[in-house]
């Protein structure tokens, strides 16, 4: 074996050197492995290995790869959010803190947004998305569109914060619908063909004729490509025979990936 050198007094990244520690000896092949009693910049003692010192593969107790973490994420775009700084952790039950980030919107809102949120895409502004998704669900242009038996004319007015619509029936008859009523399907007609309550599937297919394939949006939820529209569970719901929750307004559906519309369908069902 060779001479040690005695690194006392030496730095080595954030650590300085204080004193030669107890040896340890490795429990799978018996050799022993020179320790050093060091002390980073931070003010925490740690006892490392010689040979992590001099190649360079332990610098800090930590705190510098936190440091670095936090200078990468500074200044890091998600979605609308701007990351500023890094703020206090929320403490789980389990003790565990989750980091938390503050962030800057687009909008001009600042929000804390936890670190796995932002890096997983589940937050992506501060709420603001889904507000302007409810601005767009009451503002959809109708005019030209069929519906049933009935094709939008023009926008009239709102009543109640319904948006009513000038439709023209097939058999040439005018009235005036509101767009919820459209959507749903609640009324195809002037009331010449009576009233038809659309079926699970035939609701969905109407989601994707009127808004487009899911696959063209992203997840409200995670930001990765959509693959279902899915229906939110605030809204007004009906249960077919089968025990699936559906909509008749086409506006109560959002783009989710499988997995976290799997995810969001469970615990609604878990909160029956």
Avoid at 107 to 120: E, R, Y
Wanted: hydrophobic share 30%.
């Amino acid at each position: 074996m060779g001479k040690c050198i005695d690194l006392t007094g030496m730095k080595f990244g954030r650590w300085t050197v204080l004193r030669r520690d107890v040896d340890r000896v490795l429990p799978r092949t018996g050799v022993s492995e020179i320790q050093w009693t060091c002390r980073c910049d931070c003010g925490t003692h740690k006892a490392v290995a010689g040979y992590a010192l001099r190649r360079g593969s332990s610098q800090s107790c930590g705190c510098l790869n936190r440091d670095n973490f936090l200078s990468r994420m500074v200044g890091k775009r998600y979605g609308r959010l701007v990351v500023l700084n890094r703020t206090e952790g929320v403490h789980h039950p389990g003790g565990q803190i989750a980091t938390q980030w503050l962030c800057q919107c687009d909008c001009g809102n600042i929000t804390s947004v936890a670190t796995g949120s932002l890096s997983k895409g589940t937050t992506q502004s501060c709420g603001c998305i889904h507000r302007e998704m409810m601005v767009a669900r009451r503002s959809l242009d109708l005019k030209d569109q069929r519906f049933g038996h009935l094709v939008a004319i023009e926008y009239v007015r709102t009543v109640d914060g319904h948006r009513m619509w000038q439709c023209i029936c097939d058999c040439g008859r005018e009235i005036q619908v509101s767009a919820k009523s459209l959507h749903s399907g609640g009324q195809q007609s002037c009331g010449c063909r009576g009233v038809l309550i659309l079926s699970y599937d035939t609701v969905h297919a109407h989601v994707r004729r009127i808004r487009g394939k899911a696959e063209t949006y992203l997840c409200i939820d995670c930001g990765e490509q959509a693959c279902d529209w899915s229906c939110s569970h605030d809204a007004e719901l009906i249960r077919n025979s089968k025990g699936w929750y559906y909509s008749l307004d086409i506006m109560d559906y959002v783009p989710r990936c499988k997995k976290d519309h799997a995810a969001y369908d469970r615990g609604f069902r878990a909160q029956l």
